[in-house]
């Protein structure tokens, strides 16, 4: 049972972001806000708004598993805020040697006043935390979860639906997460956050993936032990009625790395691919809002990618805002 480590939640503090279980809706509400004003702030030249919140702060980045969005986006809200990167290159650290885990953050802390670490193993850093006296981030923990992933993808979600609100009377309800499943830690805490988050609003979600890759049953539990009323549907197909019903659609690649052979990957890697013909069934031309975590392999159509609704790389730039709103609740 992992600590929530909230002091309060009119204080809404977190000592770590360890899992999205931590998250109420209070303070991903106010995540999300702080967010859109470091965007504003960002796209009006603002920058004496922000520049200098983290002055004099270190950010530790150890990166046991490969990234780009994630690692470059916190790279780029630590600088953004006015702070210091410091990225340990894994291949040349001590735990080549076989320094401990834990040794090697407790070693890191000394020099950062926060650490975001990926690691392969699900659940290593609510183990980690105890060991440590500054902040840790957890920036994808194996096949568990990606707890700033998820909220940059609600902040993304709501900045969609004000995009789409000003075409069309329209209010998000019917949410579809495609592909990988099983693996994909991305939609593991996307799902929580939106049964703590729409706690008010029912919802329709559609889980679509093939039969060995389904969301797994633990994670779906602790959602529905929430108590919120949304309609969950599990399925191999995404038909054209179910299309024609959805307002937004988040597509996952197939987890590679996380099969345990190469046969069962490729097995499976083609069946899942979201095509620009597949847009021809939804009910007008400005929804479903599409998303990806990225990276994709062949899973989305980059024909997609000049369609309105192609929300990836909006998605993708919400990250190093969402993080910069982290950090700064973390540190300040």
Avoid: W
Avoid at 193 to 219: A, C, D, H, T, W
Avoid at 270 to 281: D, H, I, T
């Amino acid at each position: 049972m992992i600590s929530q480590s909230i002091h309060s939640e009119s204080t809404n503090k977190l000592s770590h972001l360890i899992t999205i279980k931590q998250i109420t809706p209070q303070l991903s509400e106010r995540l999300c806000h702080r967010a859109s004003e470091f965007k504003h702030f960002f796209s009006t030249q603002q920058h004496d708004q922000y520049n200098s919140i983290l002055k004099d702060k270190i950010v530790n980045l150890l990166f046991f598993e490969p990234s780009t969005r994630t690692m470059c986006s916190f790279q780029s809200a630590v600088l953004r805020l006015g702070g210091h990167p410091l990225t340990l290159d894994i291949q040349s650290s001590s735990s080549v040697k076989g320094e401990s885990l834990q040794d090697t953050l407790r070693v890191m802390e000394q020099y950062g006043d926060l650490t975001v670490m990926r690691h392969s193993k699900r659940g290593v850093h609510q183990e980690m935390s105890s060991y440590l006296t500054k902040p840790l981030v957890n920036a994808g923990d194996g096949d568990g979860e990606h707890p700033t992933q998820a909220l940059l993808d609600l902040f993304t979600i709501k900045e969609e639906q004000d995009r789409v609100a000003k075409k069309i009377d329209f209010q998000v309800q019917t949410i579809c997460l495609f592909g990988d499943l099983k693996y994909g830690r991305t939609v593991h805490s996307l799902l929580r956050l939106l049964y703590i988050y729409f706690r008010n609003q029912p919802l329709k979600i559609y889980l679509i993936s093939p039969e060995g890759l389904r969301m797994p049953q633990y994670v779906i539990d602790e959602c529905v032990q929430l108590g919120v009323n949304h309609t969950l549907v599990q399925t191999e197909m995404l038909t054209p009625e179910i299309m024609n019903e959805l307002d937004v659609i988040y597509v996952t690649r197939l987890q590679k790395e996380r099969f345990e052979s190469e046969e069962q990957y490729l097995k499976l890697k083609s069946s899942f691919c979201l095509k620009k013909e597949n847009l021809s069934a939804s009910r007008n031309s400005h929804v479903p809002i599409i998303m990806h975590p990225l990276p994709r392999v062949d899973e989305l159509d980059e024909a997609i990618d000049s369609d309105e609704r192609a929300a990836y790389f909006r998605q993708m730039n919400n990250g190093m805002f969402m993080r910069m709103a982290i950090l700064e609740m973390l540190l300040k």
